[in-house]
């Protein structure tokens, strides 16, 4: 990595406990298909932890963010729901359920979109800056925005080492999804910064989806290049109309970068191979792994969600941590098979993470990379890197709190709303970080 010293960090988003299918994300074809089933959130979370140990044990170092508190009775306060919290739910429930569901999504876990990072050794005062994403395609995921914000002020609080910013103005011309469509690529000395996005609201001509929304503008990414400060080359992609109709909801969905590599499908970005080859001219260590649909179709390259999976670099070289899903599809495994012949992997694991891959989360969206020095990890605060310890010990918080069957109608349910508080509080405590316990908008 640049300037060797630095950690490639994982921050894994812990899946919180009221995790359900909600068919909250219209475009994203995993969470519309999996609408009202029910979901096993225990499982789902001890699915994570076991995902962050096994990064951890290839030599990669892993970190976690904690859940926040839902159903989310601050929000529903601001919108005008009086009473206590019991009250609060009841009528929520019985006036609109749907918003229930919104106001409880455990979407915080795919950290993914939690941020965007620029480590300290790409921007010019040498700090390593993060923007939470505002979210504001989806209602349930706007209201991560400011929490996610105070929860990396009170982590990264040291101000001399991190700046974190506010999100973006929470407007359609800056709307941003995080570190989900951004690559940050590099080889030697030198740094690529891709950033992608699905729509330009200033440019008239632009070829739009015609079924499902762009969530990423450039103008988002463009301000976020600015407040970071950031150095080195960077490049604004833009991703296929094509794709994102097809489900590509995130760049992540289609593409995935690490090191010097990129693996890409066809329909990841317009233009097919062309923007890619004009990074290349600048950059002739850029190495992309190209996929074509004919070798890989749209459709099984995001029901198998091969391009979530995580690209690590690692002692032993480059390792695929890849959907348990991917080994359904022959497609995949040829295609995965020509990567490690070729050398572009050394291996690939696969690993179970199907509560979350029900909801289009993969093992790339729970994670936040986070380049870091020695020094920066040292200034953390709270504990939030993980080791063998933490890990059983998250273990046993999760079976001790979390349920192992929820459903859209449980959420009303204030013994769910009490346990929940009593869940987050003992985590909080657990990895010694200041839980908000304010629940009300006021
Ligand atoms: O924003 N799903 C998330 C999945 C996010 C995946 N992240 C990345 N690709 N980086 C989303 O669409 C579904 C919730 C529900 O339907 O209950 C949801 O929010």
Redesign the pocket.
């Known amino acids: 990595m640049r300037g060797r010293p630095y950690t490639e960090v994982n921050f894994d988003g812990l899946v919180g406990p009221t995790h359900?299918?909600?068919?909250?994300?219209t475009g994203?074809l995993a969470?519309t298909s999996?609408t009202g089933d029910v979901a096993n959130p225990r499982a789902a979370c001890l699915q994570g932890i076991d995902k962050m140990l096994l990064v951890q044990d290839l030599g990669v170092q892993q970190g976690l963010l904690p859940p926040r508190l839902r159903p989310a009775i601050r929000t529903l306060h601001s919108l005008g729901y009086r009473g206590s919290p019991e009250e609060i739910l009841a009528k929520c429930a019985k006036a609109n359920p749907w918003l229930l569901?919104k106001v409880s999504?455990s979407?915080f876990m795919?950290s993914?979109?939690a941020a965007t990072v620029s480590p300290s050794s790409d921007t010019r005062d040498g700090r390593l800056h993060l923007t939470p994403a505002n979210l504001v395609s989806?209602f349930?995921?706007s209201i991560e925005a400011d929490e996610t914000f105070t929860l990396l002020q009170s982590i990264f609080s040291d101000a001399s080492l991190f700046q974190i910013h506010a999100p973006l103005p929470p407007q359609r011309l800056f709307s941003d999804e995080g570190a989900?469509n951004h690559t940050r690529l590099f080889h030697d000395d030198e740094v690529l910064h891709l950033f992608a996005y699905g729509q330009d609201p200033l440019d008239a001509q632009e070829r739009k989806p015609s079924k499902f929304i762009a969530r990423q503008t450039r103008q988002a990414f463009e301000a976020i290049a600015m407040r970071h400060g950031l150095n080195g080359n960077i490049f604004y992609l833009k991703q296929c109309a094509q794709g994102i109709d097809g489900g590509s909801?995130?760049t992540?969905?289609l593409a995935v970068g690490s090191g010097s590599t990129f693996l890409v499908h066809e329909h990841a970005f317009e233009g097919g191979r062309q923007q890619l080859q004009d990074i290349q001219e600048r950059a002739p260590w850029f190495r992309v792994a190209y996929v074509h649909h004919k070798d890989l179709p749209l459709e099984e390259a995001i029901q198998s969600y091969l391009f979530?999976s995580q690209l690590l670099h690692t002692p032993e070289g480059q390792i695929l941590v890849a959907p348990k899903r991917c080994e359904a599809f022959q497609s995949v495994l040829s295609v995965v098979d020509g990567w490690v012949q070729s050398g572009v992997i050394q291996k690939a694991l696969y690993v179970d993470v199907h509560q979350s891959m029900k909801?289009?989360?993969g093992p790339?969206?729970l994670r936040l990379r986070v380049p870091m020095s020695v020094k920066e990890m040292g200034a953390l605060s709270g504990k939030v890197l993980l080791t063998t310890e933490l890990a059983t010990r998250l273990k046993s918080w999760c079976v001790k709190y979390y349920r192992d069957r929820l459903e859209r109608k449980d959420l009303e349910d204030p013994q769910l709303w009490r346990t929940n508080l009593e869940c987050l509080e003992a985590l909080y405590a657990l990895l010694e970080l200041q839980f908000k316990s304010t629940y009300s908008s006021t």
């Not at 359900?20 to 994300?25: D, K």
């Open positions: 359900h299918y909600g068919g909250l994300s994203n969470s999996s569901s999504s979407s795919w993914a979109n989806k349930h995921r989900a909801f995130h992540d969905v979530n909801n289009g989360g790339a969206c």
